[in-house]
Every structure is written in C-alpha cells, then in structure tokens.
C-alpha cells in the first residue's frame, strides 16, 4: 500500500464515538487548559482569530497581504481594499468568532465519527495559512502546530485520535467566549485599535453592541457544539 493510500485510509476510516464518562473528561481537561494554561491556548486562539480575518478579506475581495503573530499572543493581519464598506466590516467581525466557529466544525466532523479527517483538516488550514505569515515567531507558531496535528494524524493510535480531535472541538468552544470577556472588561480608552472600536467608527454602531454581538456567537457556537457532540455519545450509551 502507497503512503497515499494509507493517508486516505486513515482520513476515510469511520472513528469510534467516545462513551459518557470519556466524553466528560475530555471536557473537563479542556476546561482545565482554558484556566490553568491561558497563555498557551490564547496562542491558538489568536491564530484562529488572524485565519478568521484572512478568510474573511478573501471572501469579500480583499487583497491579503499578510499574517503576524506575536509573542506576547497577539496577532495582525494586514489586507489592502477600501478602507469602509461591508468587506471591511466582515473581515473585522470575523476575528472573534472564528475560534469559536473553528470549534464548531470540529465538534460536527468529530460528533459523525471522522475525528482524523477533522485532523486533515486543520493540518490544510494550517499549511494555506503558512503561506501568508510574514514573521519568525508566527511561522515557528504555525509549523508547530501544524506540524504536531500531522504526526498525530499519521502515528497515533485511532482512539488518541478521537481524543485529540474531541479535545481541540471542546478546546476551542470553551475558550473561544474568553477574549470576548477580556475585551468587554477592558475601558474603552484600552482598546481604541481593537476590533470593536474600528467597528464602531466604521459603521456608528457603538462598541458593546459588537461585543454583545460576538458573545452571543461564541455562546452559541459552544451550545450547538456540545449538541452535535453529545447526541452520538447518547446514541452509543443509551
């Protein structure tokens, strides 16, 4: 059997669907990661949040110009168009609901049994996103994680698999609401170049409704999510 063939096989082969109990672990580990190891899961976070504005600017026209992702967990991603307008607005809303919503297509992909097609996956958005990056710290980022989610992908056991893949839907769900939070409890006089306040001047609608706005769709995304997840644990323990 060819290395090709063996990749599809392992992308197409049906996973096992966790019990109740694991389910729940899973969960609680991830939640555990999101409190005690902040830094580290903000890191993903932030490169969903620059893949949600880079996906964004393509879709609606704009020219991507490139990506950059910081030390201290933030991130730039700096595109060319007009300054207003409705692309302008969808890339910046997309940032903050992007981990979130990353999350989501994990939980549906993971919840149908395709835990390392859902792995696939990701290790594709990664390697496109590569392309874009424009700094060292960001690549290193990139490739790391890139690069982990392709050897698990390739080596790992089936039932780690179903682990790791349920583990990074329940991951990015419960962390994707935080920096939402932070933003909100930040002054206003903090935050003049975040997303919310370059919202606001563009379109007059003021700040909180934007973050009122993301919060409603990183809760949302967590609640839909753990139903994707749970009737197909139901189905197996019931």
């Given at each position: 059997m060819s290395v090709l063939e063996d990749l599809w096989r392992r992308v197409t082969t049906a996973s096992p669907i966790p019990d109740a109990s694991t389910l729940m672990v899973i969960g609680f580990v991830a939640f555990g990661c999101v409190v005690l190891a902040w830094p580290a899961v903000r890191m993903v976070v932030t490169v969903c949040h620059e893949a949600g504005h880079a996906v964004a600017a393509t879709a609606t026209g704009r020219s991507l110009q490139g990506i950059r992702l910081h030390s201290d967990t933030?991130?730039?991603?700096?595109?060319?168009?007009?300054?207003?307008?409705?692309?302008?607005?969808?890339?910046?809303?997309?940032?903050?609901?992007?981990?979130?919503?990353?999350?989501?297509?994990?939980?549906?992909?993971?919840?149908a049994g395709h835990a390392t097609a859902m792995l696939a996956l990701l290790v594709v958005m990664l390697a496109l996103m590569l392309l874009k990056i424009r700094n060292v710290h960001g690549a290193l980022v990139v490739l790391a994680l890139g690069g982990g989610l392709a050897l698990a992908a390739w080596f790992a056991p089936g039932q780690v698999l179903v682990w790791l893949a349920y583990g990074l839907a329940w991951l990015l769900l419960l962390a994707g609401p935080r920096p939402v939070l932070e933003l909100a409890l930040r002054p206003a006089n903090q935050t003049r170049g975040s997303d919310a306040a370059q919202l606001a001047r563009l379109t007059h609608v003021p700040r909180p409704v934007w973050i009122v706005l993301w919060l409603g769709v990183t809760i949302g995304a967590l609640v839909l999510g753990t139903v994707m997840m749970l009737p197909s644990v139901t189905t197996v323990t019931g």
């Open positions: 933030s991130g730039l991603t700096l595109t060319r168009g007009r300054p207003s307008g409705a692309g302008m607005v969808l890339t910046l809303f997309a940032g903050y609901p992007a981990a979130s919503l990353v999350g989501l297509l994990a939980a549906a992909i993971a919840g």
